[in-house]
């Protein structure tokens, strides 16, 4: 292959900093993509010029934009205003059978159950031969993602290569490009190596191999590395040197100004206007089965029988945006979400008190509002590559909220105990935490979240990113 690649700097993930939609009049809207990564890379890159940010055309509108520019959408006007940085965005038309079986199937149900242990073992997984078709496509999607990093970089580039969608790319690129310094990023969790194991053996090498051509790969916490590491070993039988942790933090000055925007000050209004001056329990997540909203919501209605003294006092804030609703697991997971809270409101709802309020919608500024109006943050996933919400939440708020955090989440390795760590699966202690969260004295409150803030923003995503940089060869 020819070396005619321009581009010194390279990152490539599923997922771009924008998702180009028809709006209601036919026109085409540009909006913010969801997520850890998203929100992360975009601060990273909007601090480093000239670099190309590969992503996947996700629907049927971007497909078609992305094969009219041959992929270069930044050329658009409703893009190029969007985006905030000076990097390129290119974007692969892969078609749509390809994209599913990759995304949906494989990335989706498969990678990401295994990552955060959401399997019901005794029903799911099945690795049959419908699979090994999704597995032909996933393998499809990481060369394209392959052969357009090969051709975009220069001699030597750097290119940082995220997530699980592109467990294959660094082998796959070393083969086309040895001349390229290669990093890979994952931002979730890392489980053991017998968990792993229930993928197929074929398909676990071939992860294993994928990553481990990458001079550099990280994750966000030591004990994923070592989960990792564990996992390297026994899946290839040998030691990873080149495994890393790279806690991604947030950036306070970038989140301030994000909740001082005057459409955050509006919903603050809206929301103040709701709650009154109840305490609130606030949470902020996608849709997610990882994100264990339903057993936070049994949390919270143990809490309100077992505690009468609160009915009446708290409102708990659930404000979801919608995710992967091409999948009937999230569907269903948003309804039983939907379900439980009007059994709560049903149970203990009065004519001026309502125990919960569950938003389920693509409202940025809302779940902003919420989480400065927060009292207490929950925060109980099942498992977290690093959860980038609660870290938000204290920088941007001046309440000092206490943070109910899952044990299993990348964020308690950074908050230790100043956080009230939980067993996302101890639904009465969870309960017992949130009681305690909504006691705890002020200066309390305020000494642990001075503490935690400090921790959230140790590695802000700039020096997330340059510290992963400065980790490979030197160019
Ligand atoms: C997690 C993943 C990201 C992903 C995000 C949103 O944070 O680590 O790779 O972009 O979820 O999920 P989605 O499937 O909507 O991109």
Redesign the pocket.
């Known amino acids: 292959m020819s070396h005619t690649g321009r581009a010194q700097l390279l990152v490539a993930?599923?997922?771009g900093p924008l998702t180009i939609h028809a709006g209601p009049d036919g026109d085409d809207e540009v909006s913010r993509?969801?997520?850890?990564?998203?929100s992360g890379m975009q601060s990273a890159l909007a601090a480093t010029p000239d670099a190309v940010w590969v992503c996947a055309a996700?629907n049927g509108r971007e497909r078609a934009i992305a094969r009219q520019t041959a992929g270069h959408i930044s050329e658009l006007r409703i893009v190029d205003e969007a985006l905030q940085g000076d990097f390129d965005v290119h974007m692969l038309p892969i078609d749509a059978a390809t994209f599913r079986g990759a995304?949906d199937g494989i990335?989706?149900s498969t990678l990401?159950f295994v990552l955060h242990q959401l399997y019901d073992l005794s029903q799911a997984p099945a690795f049959d031969a419908s699979w090994r078709r999704q597995w032909a496509a996933y393998v499809r999607y990481n060369e394209a993602f392959a052969h357009a990093l090969a051709r975009e970089a220069a001699p030597g580039a750097a290119v940082m290569v995220?997530?699980?969608?592109l467990f294959l790319v660094p082998a796959m690129l070393r083969e086309l490009r040895p001349d390229l310094r290669i990093g890979h990023f994952?931002?979730?969790p890392w489980v053991t190596p017998e968990y792993f194991s229930t993928l197929p053996d074929d398909i676990c090498v071939a992860l294993v191999e994928g990553l481990a051509a990458a001079d550099v790969i990280g994750l966000h916490t030591e004990r994923w590395v070592e989960l990792f590491r564990a996992t390297a070993r026994h899946v290839l039988g040998r030691e990873l040197e080149t495994v890393h942790a790279f806690p991604l933090g947030t950036d306070s000055g970038e989140m301030t100004k994000l909740a001082g925007r005057r459409d955050v000050v509006n919903a603050s209004r809206v929301l103040d206007g709701v709650v009154g001056d109840a305490l609130v329990i606030g949470r902020v997540d996608?849709t997610?089965l990882s994100k264990n909203v339903v057993r936070g919501l049994l949390a919270y209605r143990e809490l309100l029988r077992t505690r009468p003294e609160w009915r009446g006092r708290v409102v708990h804030a659930v404000y979801d945006n919608p995710?992967?609703e091409d999948l009937p697991a999230y569907r269903e997971y948003t309804a039983s979400i939907e379900r439980l809270a009007s059994a709560i409101d049903d149970e203990f709802a009065t004519d001026d008190w309502s125990p919960v309020l569950v938003e389920i919608v693509d409202d940025y500024p809302a779940a902003l509002a919420a989480l400065l109006r927060s009292d207490v943050v929950l925060i109980n996933s099942v498992r977290d590559?690093m959860n980038l919400v609660v870290l938000e939440a204290l920088t941007i708020s001046d309440r000092s909220p206490a943070i109910v955090l899952s044990r299993e989440t990348g964020a308690a390795e950074v908050l230790g105990d100043d956080a009230l760590l939980v067993n996302p699966f101890d639904v009465s202690a969870t309960a017992h935490a949130l009681h305690d969260a909504l006691l705890m004295e002020l200066d309390e409150r305020v000494a642990r979240a001075e503490r935690m803030r400090a921790a959230a923003v140790r590695l802000p995503p700039t020096e997330w990113f340059q510290a992963q940089l400065a980790a490979l060869p030197p160019g």
Do not use: K, M
């Open positions: 993930s599923n997922r993509g969801g997520g850890g990564l998203v996700l995304y990335a989706n990401w995220q997530d699980y969608h994952t931002h979730t996608r997610e995710s992967r590559g």
